[in-house]
């Protein structure tokens, strides 16, 4: 076959004898890839005349979507929401080691915390691809101080605050920049939170309701207004009620702009919510559901005292909990054991399990023309998976950055 390099000298890499999941299915095709980007093996082979340099045969592996990780506090002994000198070296351990659990792309995130903390942390976090080096930054995630008193859940009392007279320079001067933002997590029912979500939503920053007890018209409203997410569905909320369903009245509701979809996270670890209640969330709103981990800086570390931003937390088992108390405070679960664990719970296919940790982050965050696919001319940012969905390998840019020990399989 003539060669392809009057397009492109980059090499050409095949992957074969694998079952994709494209269009919400998965097709037994091969995957072909180049300079980071997955291609249209028609458009090579007519307008091209080109062909591979390089098969790799992926021995009947699933491959998928990278996973997107939109919460997660810190892991192996970081938290995002300290202020510390090596701030940068913790952050790349984290993207570091998260490879192994199939995320490709994160929003590092941070708890309540006093406005010293965030002016120190937030220059210290810039939007980045992932490779070699580690999964890649999507933006920060700003999980309060704006929120409910009656909700903090783990999060520092004494940090928690209110939009006063000048509502968003408030929000300003607490963060001192948005410009790493992705999302902001507020509570809708605080005075003057419209504006507030107006001005965010301007400028492209992605509006997340939780740590609230607001019900279900000042939601909507929030809605209306551009909030587009749900921090940890059912957690930190007034519990579901048949009069007024709260934040959770959302996944049904009918007072959603035209062709907009509210989206909401959850946290699949079997601890923060039971299996019925992420059946009927799943069943009520399946395209909105995105996984997340809420991973604290104990997850990949040994049960103990660990820190959550100003809170000191205390692992046993799988549960996390603010010491002393019966508290739960995020958690220890990986993404890949939340995608396991959905599956089970629902009962749902491997391609839906996979596109709540891919297709959905990136359509929340409005980036699925890039990621969280792999249709042509997207990032080739995937996961080689077997049927039990065990991460294998991962690739970023379509170079492999992990990939899984065979004694250990």
């Given at each position: 076959?003539?060669?392809?390099k009057?397009?492109?000298?980059?090499?050409?890499?095949?992957?074969?004898n694998?079952?994709?999941?494209?269009?919400?299915?998965?097709?037994?095709?091969?995957?072909?890839?180049?300079?980071?980007?997955?291609?249209?093996?028609?458009?090579?082979?007519?307008?091209?005349?080109?062909?591979a340099?390089?098969?790799?045969?992926c021995?009947?592996?699933?491959?998928a979507?990278g996973f997107?990780?939109?919460?997660?506090?810190?892991g192996?002994?970081?938290?995002?929401?300290?202020?510390?000198?090596d701030?940068?070296?913790?952050?790349?351990?984290?993207?570091?080691?998260?490879?192994?659990?199939?995320?490709?792309?994160?929003?590092?995130?941070?708890?309540?915390?006093?406005?010293?903390?965030?002016?120190?942390?937030?220059p210290?976090?810039?939007?980045?691809?992932?490779?070699?080096?580690g999964a890649?930054?999507?933006?920060?995630?700003?999980?309060?101080?704006?929120?409910?008193?009656?909700k903090?859940?783990?999060?520092?009392?004494?940090?928690?605050?209110t939009?006063?007279?000048?509502?968003?320079?408030?929000?300003?001067?607490?963060?001192?920049?948005?410009?790493?933002?992705?999302?902001?997590?507020?509570?809708p029912?605080?005075?003057?939170?419209?504006?507030?979500?107006?001005e965010?939503?301007?400028?492209?920053?992605?509006?997340?309701?939780?740590h609230?007890?607001a019900?279900?018209?000042q939601?909507?409203?929030?809605?209306?207004?551009?909030?587009?997410?749900?921090?940890h569905l059912?957690?930190?909320?007034?519990?579901?009620?048949h009069?007024?369903?709260?934040i959770?009245?959302?996944?049904?509701?009918?007072?959603?702009?035209?062709?907009?979809?509210?989206?909401?996270g959850m946290?699949?670890?079997?601890?923060?919510?039971?299996?019925?209640?992420?059946?009927?969330?799943?069943?009520?709103?399946p395209?909105g559901?995105?996984?997340?981990?809420?991973?604290?800086?104990?997850?990949?570390?040994?049960?103990?005292?660990?820190?959550?931003?100003?809170?000191?937390?205390?692992?046993?088992?799988?549960?996390?909990?603010?010491?002393?108390?019966?508290?739960?405070?995020g958690?220890?679960?990986?993404?890949?054991?939340?995608?396991?664990?959905?599956?089970?719970?629902?009962?749902?296919s491997?391609?839906t399990?996979?596109?709540?940790?891919?297709?959905?982050?990136?359509?929340?965050?409005?980036?699925?023309?890039?990621?969280?696919?792999?249709?042509?001319?997207s990032?080739?940012?995937?996961?080689?998976?077997?049927d039990?969905?065990?991460?294998?390998?991962?690739?970023?840019?379509g170079?492999?950055?992990?990939?899984?020990?065979?004694?250990?399989?």
């Amino acid at each position: 076959m003539p060669s392809n390099k009057s397009v492109s000298d980059a090499p050409i890499v095949q992957f074969t004898n694998c079952r994709i999941l494209r269009d919400h299915q998965l097709q037994r095709e091969d995957l072909w890839v180049r300079e980071g980007k997955i291609l249209n093996p028609e458009k090579l082979f007519f307008d091209e005349k080109g062909s591979a340099d390089v098969q790799l045969d992926c021995k009947d592996s699933i491959i998928a979507p990278g996973f997107i990780d939109v919460q997660i506090n810190g892991g192996f002994g970081v938290d995002f929401s300290l202020a510390t000198d090596d701030f940068k070296s913790g952050i790349d351990l984290v993207s570091q080691k998260i490879l192994s659990h199939g995320v490709t792309s994160f929003c590092p995130t941070l708890v309540t915390s006093p406005p010293s903390v965030y002016h120190q942390v937030l220059p210290q976090i810039s939007v980045r691809n992932g490779g070699a080096h580690g999964a890649g930054i999507l933006g920060a995630h700003l999980e309060g101080p704006f929120i409910s008193k009656e909700k903090k859940g783990a999060h520092p009392e004494h940090c928690l605050r209110t939009f006063e007279a000048g509502a968003f320079q408030d929000l300003l001067a607490t963060y001192g920049s948005l410009d790493c933002v992705q999302i902001v997590t507020l509570a809708p029912e605080m005075r003057r939170s419209s504006e507030v979500i107006r001005e965010l939503t301007k400028r492209g920053i992605c509006v997340s309701l939780g740590h609230s007890v607001a019900n279900l018209s000042q939601a909507e409203e929030a809605v209306q207004h551009g909030a587009t997410f749900i921090t940890h569905l059912f957690n930190a909320m007034l519990p579901f009620h048949h009069r007024d369903p709260g934040i959770v009245g959302l996944l049904t509701s009918d007072k959603i702009p035209a062709g907009r979809r509210v989206f909401y996270g959850m946290i699949s670890d079997g601890i923060h919510t039971n299996p019925a209640a992420l059946r009927i969330a799943h069943r009520a709103h399946p395209k909105g559901l995105v996984l997340v981990t809420d991973a604290i800086a104990g997850m990949g570390l040994a049960p103990g005292r660990h820190t959550l931003g100003q809170q000191v937390v205390e692992i046993d088992g799988l549960n996390t909990y603010i010491a002393g108390t019966k508290t739960l405070s995020g958690s220890v679960a990986t993404m890949d054991t939340c995608v396991r664990h959905f599956q089970e719970a629902t009962g749902c296919s491997v391609e839906t399990a996979l596109e709540a940790a891919s297709l959905h982050p990136a359509q929340l965050l409005g980036i699925e023309h890039k990621k969280g696919t792999l249709n042509y001319d997207s990032d080739a940012d995937f996961l080689m998976l077997n049927d039990n969905l065990y991460v294998q390998a991962t690739y970023i840019a379509g170079e492999e950055v992990w990939r899984q020990d065979v004694l250990g399989m």
